[in-house]
């Protein structure tokens, strides 16, 4: 297990994203942070550093979600699996309207919650992308 994503691999990434993060959708292009390769499943749960287990992350969303597989869904309390960008479709799980994002799913509620979607700061960023119509910015 290696943690070393190569540059071609991280290209692949990137490109497959057309750039935008995978689990909140904003752009890298308006991002302060550069962009992250995330492990969905982490190399500790046994994950591979391999482009099905890959996906496009900005900092905020990477850095909540950890090593997590898993967290409470807030309206039920149930432990819920997370919303995992490779192996299910974003519009399923989530809404956005005006940059708020909801989950309308217990994966994608329990995702908001955990990678803390709608903190003030991230969520102003996206309103204002909204009203310029830079956000969301692809198409499934
Ligand atoms: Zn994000």
């Given amino acids: 297990m290696t943690n070393y994503v190569s540059a071609s691999l991280r290209h692949l990434v990137v490109q497959r ?3 935008a993060y995978e689990y909140c959708l904003i752009h890298q292009t308006f991002s302060i942070y550069t962009h992250e390769v995330d492990h969905v499943i982490a190399l500790k749960h046994g994950g591979q ?15 909540h979600k950890g090593s997590d597989l898993t967290s409470i869904d807030p309206f039920t309390g149930r432990i819920t699996p997370l919303f995992n960008p490779r192996t299910q479709v974003w519009t399923e799980h989530f809404e956005q309207e005006r940059g708020y994002l909801t989950g309308i799913t217990a994966v994608g509620r329990t995702t908001v919650c955990l990678l803390k979607m709608n903190e003030m700061n991230r969520l102003q960023l996206r309103q204002a992308l909204s009203l310029q119509g830079l956000y969301p910015n692809f198409q499934h």
């Avoid at 550093?49 to 850095?63: G, Y």
């Fill in 17 to 19: 994203a057309s750039g």
């Fill in 49 to 63: 550093t391999s482009e099905e287990n890959l996906v496009l992350a900005c900092l905020p969303c990477n850095r």
